[in-house]
């Protein structure tokens, strides 16, 4: 995460660029090989050198070798567990109102992807507090997170939020979990006056579930959306959406407490 | 900004919440009456009372006191100048890889709106330099970070940005401009290695010569989108899109610099 | 509906043609003055002459007199009821495989948009059978459908499709209706084998049950779907979606009798 | 063609149905094999059996026989092309105010998919005159309309366009073309008063050039939009929209002789 390091060290995560569809994350070592189908590539050659420059592969492709920041990991983080993605953790984010300093309970952790985003907000002061009920989901977050150097703003919690929310007067409640009209009174109670809560589904039934039980809790501001991302081929006079797209991610539903 | 405060004082900006159509955020006096269309409030009569009591109008029309957070803020400045949206906001920043820390020109400063919201998340040790050619646009912009309390996380600089850009090594750029092709080379220059530029456009056209440029001048990684918006009438077994929607706000380009 | 009538008639009705967003349909008659908020026009004037003309109202606005066509009072009826919209008509006879000769049963009758559409498919020889229990509205479909003079390819029913459908082997059932599930085990027998049911409902619920049903009544080939409309506003070097869009009609469900 | 036989003839084109995803058209001959990854049926042995039963692959997979309607063939001819989509395909045919009776020019051919949607709704008394340059295309063309049985209502012609259009006072020109911002003049020419013009473009250059061209050639109404398909997984409790979607097939302009 030295983002601004310009020279290429024995033990950097660095990005291996070759276009805008195609790049991995890849650790630079001593006489370390990447084998890709493009060929081979010496990674131990890049030690010493300036990042920017080009590696050849023994099959004559070249592969930029650029620095990996927050955002290359947290892509590779999300392509994996494909349940939440950029654009909507963004705006999850947002609609928490979620701060440097904010305090944000998040039911469940998953692969870690939005809990870090939420941590690189909060830092320095303040903290994501993230129920798991899957030991393995756990453990595999808080590798993600510690390799994103944000371990030290997340509380790991090993528990069924149905059980309880140990904390008191939050800014934040975050649900990415299959029944969140469950939790709406429990995170009632863990919220601060005037705290945000935030759910994110699939399924329109979930979403219809939990903005009726908001709604009986005493909850206002009560919001349902989702976002559409479409990407574009831009080419000089032959510029167009994509032809395949992501159709679906999920629904965003947001309320305060009052 | 004070959002944990439970009882309600004077001179306190406070959230007058009628429904999720209807807010206004009001100062509490004194004496002071709030005229709407659903009859007078008076103000002054919410002073020592806890935050969540209703206030009757002369009508007989209930209003909740919330506190006013920075996104009740957000919103309402955003709405005034219609340009940007909050979603184009939290993916823009996300694009940008803005975090904590973050050094980040922006051009141009336009209402402040997007300039906080990066803003909240470069806190507490980054810094965001934003340009503005328009006396006027920056001196409200400046008002709204004053009352946002981000200002000293703002350096306002009243200066075309096509004469060039004073900082150097920054980890972003981000325009909000007419002709952000016109800028791209000069943000080379100014961006580390590695560090990210974020374009949001209005008509197609800004975006293919945006990209193009892009191209020609070393940036890396160059993608364009648009985020559609659609958001929900949820009511029990009579759930729908809502009829009429936000159909289009801008483009949003990214790049990385290399 | 003589659409290919070059000299404007005493009785024609007509396209009064401003621009894109403004235009009328009026009847022209000897001394007979049309009032709009640009002036009065005088249309007796307008007897004798050639269509494409230009009258000048009494304030100097210029309208264009265009002959009347299908789809320009297909569009002013649609506008009048606010249902069902052009693009979800055209895709409605589409899947409903609706062509010349065809027997359609289709409930409710409406304000006959859709029958009108689906009338000058079936024509010359098919037949549209239209139920509808409003009397009301049958009266106002029939008068549309007299104007359009397609009244001969439409058998209008004022009859409860729930009592059952007299029509046997029928090539498509076409639903706009509020309960559409309630209906598609009457559509079964009603439709020929290898015939399709298309229905049309704005909220997901309906498409929930209406979807469940069919699977369960022995059909094959359930699809849901919707239409999204984006209209643009092209401009040489300013092109964008227009910021204002219809963002919800209706979904489309179609299955076939197996 | 024949849709309404009930029992299955030696000769006959049926759709061999699995599900949703995976059906074919085949032709059923005394004694011919049909492989499929799911097995081979004997085709022969539903000769005499009625339309609806459910033939047993080799491999025990049951599949339906259902006769193979006009719609069947048209999605098989509009995948293979993959250019223009049913949604397209439908609203142009409205846009472009084609019923029984109309004179239509249409250029370019392609597949005749387009041609032959157009064709059904002419039909008995009007006319598809299609213009293509290549002779690959139109051979194919002419083979996939009669296998329609819709030959009778089109009328080939291998000519390139822009030497001139043949027909006076058509009712409708259709453009599927790469540059129809080039045929908008000839076009002019060709349309009765008050015809329509509509043409399909993948990219927005096109929409662009074509939209300023209409406007400075005397047309009026002149309306750039398209249409986003999005199809839906419906399951009770479990609905949502698709996760993979088309993201774009094209645009579509259209407007009015003056």
Redesign the interface.
């Known amino acids: 995460m030295e983002?601004?390091a310009?020279v290429i060290s024995d033990g950097d995560e660095v990005l291996l660029?070759v276009n805008?569809k195609k790049?991995w994350i890849v650790k630079v070592e001593k006489e370390k090989k990447f084998h890709t189908h493009r060929g081979i590539v010496d990674l131990g050659q890049a030690i010493g050198q300036p990042?920017?420059i080009e590696l050849m592969t023994t099959m004559g492709a070249a592969m930029?070798v650029?620095?990996a920041?927050?955002?290359d990991h947290l892509e590779r983080i999300m392509r994996k567990t494909q349940v939440i993605y950029?654009?909507d953790?963004?705006?999850i984010?947002?609609?928490a109102?979620i701060?440097?300093g904010s305090r944000v309970v998040e039911c469940g952790t998953g692969s870690g992807a939005l809990t870090s985003?939420m941590a690189?907000?909060v830092?320095?002061?303040g903290k994501i507090f993230t129920y798991e009920i899957r030991e393995d989901f756990q453990a595999n977050a808080k590798k993600n997170l510690e390799k994103l150097k944000l371990s030290e703003y997340v509380e790991f919690k090993l528990k069924d939020i149905m059980t309880g929310i140990d904390e008191k007067?939050v800014?934040a409640v975050v649900l990415d979990m299959a029944t969140p009209w469950q939790v709406v009174g429990i995170a009632y109670n863990a919220l601060?006056?005037?705290g945000?809560i935030v759910s994110f589904s699939?399924?329109?039934?979930q979403?219809?579930k939990t903005?009726?039980e908001l709604r009986k809790s005493g909850y206002?501001?009560?919001?349902?959306?989702?976002?559409?991302?479409?990407?574009?081929k831009?080419k000089?006079?032959?510029?167009?959406?994509?032809?395949?797209?992501?159709?679906?991610?999920g629904?965003i539903v947001s309320a305060?407490r009052?």
Chains 1, 2, 3, 4 share one sequence.
């Open positions: 983002e601004t310009r660029y805008e790049s990042y920017g930029r650029l620095p920041d927050y955002l950029p654009k953790t963004a705006l984010t947002m609609l109102n701060k440097s985003y690189t907000h830092s320095p002061s007067e800014d601060r006056f005037g945000r699939p399924t329109i039934n979403v219809e903005v009726e206002v501001n009560v919001k349902a959306l989702e976002l559409i991302m479409r990407t574009y831009v000089l006079n032959e510029t167009r959406p994509d032809m395949v797209m992501v159709g679906h991610t629904y305060r009052c």
